[in-house]
């Protein structure tokens, strides 16, 4: 029996969900980084998310952030009356996908609410092998942290798990400490992921120098596995190239199934939005949304 309403009725997400929505959420072929599981629950006290489902395995999240009331809809796209009474009530329909607008801009348009593209939250895409390989003259800088890294320390590379999470907690105090009390940081989030370890399906690498814990990543296989979605990258950088050892280590611990890397999106900051440049995206994970208010 679902554990989730159907609309319009709505739940805070929960943990319990998990087994209801992974297996929808593992199979949405656009590989957006919010739809997915472990982005909703660990998100869901920042945005205030509650989940309702639409018919034909349709599920649809509203929250709030900065801008106002928003909603978002992971599978197929609602009927009229509900999509109408959702950009009413809800203000924006954040994260629309290539897929759906595609089929759909036209018809969103018609009721008075026509898609832009919105480029702050749009997903880096990296091949798997060009992480991995670091290679030509675009990366070498790149490449010479890395291997300036591999040289200089003795380290080690590990899964990440149960048992050796507490070593990864050690690194992201650290990293927590020495960033002080800057806005934005998503330390509850890193806790909240390394304690979902046993019952989701997150997959991670905690990397040792001399036996201590330097760094970590984590994240999961979307789009049916042809996809990993780094969540979390932590490092105590007084290691010199940790960063870009962590990301290549990551990179080659996946295996040759997954065709991308998705390092999420830059939500607007330009120092974040140059860094992931400077890795050479491949691409992008295009989302699209709606206006606040109604043409006209």
Known sequence: MSIILNFPNFLPISDSMHKELYPLLNNLSDGISEFTFISLYLHRLKYGYEISRLPSATFVVTGCDAKGKFFLVMGGIPQEKELCFLLENYGRWKNISQTLYDKFSDYITKLGYEPYEDRDNEDYLYTR????????????????????????????VRPLNEQNKVDACAVLDEWHANRGENQGSDYDQCIGALEMLTFTNLEGWIVYVDGKPAAWSLGEYIA????????????????????????????????????????????????LRQAKMTYRPCGFVKKYCTPQKKLG
């Not at 092998?129 to 080690?156: C, D, I, M, T």
């Not at 950088?237 to 997954?258: C, H, K, M, S």
């Open 224 to 271: 049916n596995g042809k996809m990993f979605l780094v969540h979390f990258e932590k490092a105590i950088d007084t290691y010199r190239g940790v960063y870009q050892f962590i990301n290549r280590a990551t990179a080659r611990a996946l295996p040759e199934t997954v065709e991308f890397i998705n390092r999420e999106q830059d939500l607007g900051n330009e120092g």
């Open 129 to 156: 092998e060009s992480l991995a390989l670091l290679a030509g003259k675009a990366l070498h800088k790149k490449r010479n942290f890395a291997n300036g890294f591999e040289n200089a320390y003795a380290w080690e």
